[in-house]
């Protein structure tokens, strides 16, 4: 089975900071991958599919990079709206996901 | 516009059994692949099992695999988790979902149902 390890696990950041989380799957998922944000109490929220690709609707500050094992989600400058919980998900005919990353006010 | 809409959630003793669905509108049903994940309290995410389009495909992750079955009526528009032989670790709130991209092909999700709650607890 191919596991996702994201890191950091709490990241704590101000408004306006580059913020990046980083996603390693245990084998090669060549491009099979999407960034979820989700805030509490609330279903995930579609960012990134296919390691770089901006879902529709997705302000432009946030990106995503990498393909093969090691991937990356950037938000560019970080919004009061962005404090949440982000998760990347490795998709095919299984899915997995990393553990999350929660990003907190600093 | 798309929605999902779980039911059938619910206080459930271990070894009993439980029925979800997820009503869904706003989209050509029969034409997308659906997912079912669940979060147990303050825990990540867990994808539980996924079905093709036409329902001739489906997966189940480790955990629940031979005690849940995935299905769907496209007649209805609705999707279905039998959920069998129950345990407290399926305590968590369950999660339909759309794939992005029709057919068979590997997709994301772009929408998500609101959630329905399955406690398993004596």
């Known amino acids: 089975d191919i596991q996702m390890t994201q890191s950091p696990s709490t990241l704590s950041a101000s408004v306006g900071d580059r913020v990046t989380i980083t996603c390693r799957a245990s084998?090669?998922?060549?491009?099979?991958l999407a960034w979820y944000q989700q805030k509490p109490g609330k279903a995930p929220n579609l960012l990134i599919y296919?390691?770089?690709s901006l879902e529709s609707g997705v302000p432009s500050r946030f990106s995503g990079s990498g393909s093969g094992t090691e991937f990356t989600l950037t938000i560019s400058s970080l919004q009061p709206d962005d404090f949440a919980t982000y998760y990347c998900?490795?998709?095919?005919?299984?899915?997995?996901f990393g553990q999350g990353t929660k990003v907190e006010i600093k | 516009q798309v929605q999902l809409v779980e039911s059938g959630g619910g206080v459930v003793q271990p070894g009993r059994s439980l029925r979800l669905s997820c009503a869904t509108s706003?989209?050509?049903?029969?034409?997308?692949?659906m997912h079912w994940v669940r979060q147990a309290p303050g825990k990540g995410l867990e994808w539980v099992a996924v079905?093709?389009?036409?329902?001739?495909?489906?997966y189940y992750a480790d955990s629940v695999k031979g005690r849940f079955t995935i299905s769907r009526d496209n007649s209805k528009n609705t999707l279905y988790l039998q959920m069998n032989s129950l345990r407290a670790e399926d305590t968590a709130v369950y999660y339909c979902?759309?794939?992005?991209?029709?057919?068979?092909?590997?997709?994301?999700?772009?929408?998500w149902g609101q959630g329905t709650l399955v406690t398993v607890s004596s």
């Open positions: 296919k390691a770089s």
């Open positions: 998900q490795h998709y095919n005919s299984y899915w997995t």
């Open positions: 706003g989209f050509t049903f029969s034409s997308y692949g």
């Open positions: 079905i093709s389009y036409d329902g001739s495909i489906k």
């Open positions: 084998q090669s998922i060549s491009s099979w």
């Open positions: 979902a759309k794939k992005r991209e029709g057919g068979v092909v590997p997709a994301a999700v772009d929408y």
